[in-house]
Nanobody, 113 residues
Framework: VQYAESGGDLVQPGGSLRLSCVAS????????MRWYRQVPGKERELVAN????????DYADSVKGRFSISRDNARRTVYLQMNILKPEDTAVYYC???????WGQGTQVIVSS
């Protein structure tokens, strides 16, 4: 199983970013996908998840109303649209299949003026 996250960048507070993650090594369309984030010294936090069909989505309270998860099963890709970014959103963001055990490299998001 492999993940290739991309889209991270330095952005000002209030700005937006769209993260992408291309996954391989499993039947992508059959599984729930998740986005996590991690700040150095802290545990990885589940940010959002989406079921295999894309119909059911759940979010951490800290991002609800600002972030949106979506997926394109034909492209084996899961997205995270992040709006109204705050400094506390600064982290490395990772995607992973539900109940997966491996991680990709992640993509760095820095929210700072």
């Amino acid at each position: 199983v492999q993940y290739a996250e991309s889209g991270g960048d330095l952005v000002q507070p209030g700005g937006s970013l769209r993260l992408s993650c291309v996954a391989s090594g499993f039947i992508f369309s059959a599984f729930e996908m998740r986005w996590y984030r991690q700040v150095p010294g802290k545990e990885r936090e589940l940010v959002a998840n989406i079921d295999s069909t894309g119909r059911r989505k759940d979010y951490a309270d800290s991002v609800k109303g600002r972030f949106s998860i979506s997926r394109d099963n034909a492209r084996r890709t899961v997205y995270l649209q992040m709006n109204i970014l705050k400094p506390e959103d600064t982290a490395v963001y990772y995607c992973r299949v539900a109940r997966g055990t491996s991680w990709g490299q992640g993509t760095q998001v820095i929210v700072s003026s």
